[in-house]
């Protein structure tokens, strides 16, 4: 267990570092300013996906809440939305439109962080299953 948890935060740490450089140097190489912190929004996603992935880890052993952990994952990626709305509420919703460049690059790291969440939850719940 302590392994996977290992191979969590480096997954997460790696894709963090990369996607935010990457990410950055087109936004400086096309000379588009944001108004926000992509950074923190790595750092938001990365964290976010790192704690619910290690926490999904721990409670799989669990046989009351095991069963649930399903809906469980749902009920936090709302969760998860709320807090990155309330963490960005200022970029979100004090701009009186956001131009495409700033959308897009809302999304980028989401879906990015979300891709490599599910992955490791799906494996989680495979192998919560495979146990039984």
Do not use: W
Not at 13 to 42: A, C, K, P, T, W
Not at 44 to 54: D, P, R, T
Not at 105 to 131: A, D, G, Q, R, T
């Amino acid at each position: 267990m302590i392994k996977q948890i290992f191979v969590y935060m480096l997954v997460f740490g790696m894709v963090f570092f990369l996607g935010d450089f990457i990410h950055n140097y087109y936004l400086e190489s096309q000379e588009i300013s944001l108004g926000f912190s992509i950074r923190n929004m790595y750092a938001f996603h990365a964290f976010f996906s790192l704690q619910l992935c290690i926490i999904f880890t721990l409670v799989s052993h669990n046989k009351k809440i095991g069963p649930q952990l399903g809906f469980i994952y749902l009920a936090s990626f709302v969760l998860k939305i709320i807090a990155f709305c309330a963490i960005f509420y200022d970029p979100l919703f004090t701009v009186d439109k956001l131009s495409k460049t700033q959308r897009v690059s809302l999304l980028i790291p989401m879906l990015i962080f979300l891709i490599v969440e599910v992955c490791f939850i799906i494996k989680i719940l495979n192998k919560k299953h495979s146990l039984k």
